[in-house]
Antibody, heavy 119, light 107 residues
C-alpha cells in the first residue's frame, strides 16, 4: 500500500538551510501531488505548498515564497523540501502527505521530520 | 486566504458523551471541507471527507455535516481512544487552510 517515508530529524542554526526528503512507495509516483504541512510545537497544522511529481509544478504559500523550494526526483520516487534562512519559529515537525482517493484529502502521511532551529 | 475558525479550542467530556465541534469558514466553501484526528506524536488521520463522508474503516460514531460556511463534527458516544486533537481543513481555494484545532480530553 502507499507509504511515505521521511528523512531524519535535523538541528540547524538560524540562517542555515534544511532539506527534508519524502520517499514514496506502493503507488505510481506521478499519480498524486505531494504537499508539505508543518506543525510547530504545541501548535496547529500549517500547509506550506505542494509539488506535482508528474510535471514538477509547484504552488507555495505566499508566507514561504522565496524561502522554500520543493523538488522531485522520479528516479528515486522522492520529493525534497528545502527551507532557507531558517528562523527559530521554523522549529516544527514537517510532514509530507498525499491525497490518494479524494480531492485534497490527505489520507497518506509521512512519519514527520523534526527540524529544530537553535543557536 | 480563507480562515477557518474552530470552536471550542478545547473540550472536556465523559466517556459516552455526545461531543460536537464546529468550524466556520470566512467565506462560502460549499462542502470542500475535511476533518482529521491527530494523536500526540502521530501524523493526522483523515476521518471525514467532503464535509459528511466517513472514511473507510472509521467508526460510525464519527460524523460530519454542514455546507457553505458552517460545519460541525460529532462524536455520538465518546470513547477513551477518541482523545486527540481534531482539525478541519478547507480546500475550496488554495492555499489550503486548517482550523486551529480542538483538543479533546476525558473528564
Amino acid at each position: 500500500q502507499a507509504q511515505l517515508v521521511q528523512s531524519g530529524g535535523e538541528l540547524k542554526k538560524p540562517g542555515a538551510s534544511v532539506k527534508v526528503s519524502c520517499k514514496a512507495s506502493g503507488y505510481t509516483f506521478t499519480d498524486y501531488g505531494i504537499s508539505w504541512v508543518r506543525q510547530a510545537p504545541g501548535q496547529g497544522l500549517e500547509w506550506m505548498g505542494w509539488i506535482s511529481p508528474y510535471n514538477g509544478d509547484t504552488d507555495y504559500v505566499q508566507k514561504f515564497q522565496g524561502r522554500v523550494t520543493m523538488t522531485t526526483d522520479s528516479s528515486t520516487n522522492t520529493v525534497n523540501m528545502e527551507l532557507r534562512t531558517l528562523k527559530s519559529d521554523d522549529t516544527a515537525v514537517y510532514y509530507c502527505a498525499i491525497p490518494s482517493r479524494r480531492h485534497w484529502a490527505f489520507d497518506i502521511w509521512g512519519q514527520g521530520t523534526m527540524v529544530t532551529v537553535s543557536s | 486566504d480563507i480562515q477557518m475558525i474552530q470552536s471550542p479550542s478545547s473540550l472536556s467530556a465523559s466517556v459516552g458523551d455526545r461531543v460536537t465541534i464546529t468550524c466556520q469558514a470566512s467565506q462560502d466553501i460549499s462542502d470542500s471541507l475535511h476533518w482529521y484526528q491527530q494523536k500526540p506524536g502521530k501524523a493526522p488521520k483523515l476521518l471525514i471527507h467532503d464535509a459528511s463522508n466517513l472514511e473507510t474503516g472509521v467508526p460510525s460514531r464519527f460524523s460530519g455535516s454542514g455546507s457553505g460556511t458552517d460545519f460541525s463534527f460529532t462524536i455520538s458516544s465518546l470513547q477513551a481512544e477518541d482523545i486527540a486533537t481534531y482539525y478541519c481543513q478547507q480546500y475550496d481555494n488554495l492555499p489550503i487552510t486548517f482550523g486551529q484545532g480542538t483538543r479533546l480530553e476525558i473528564k
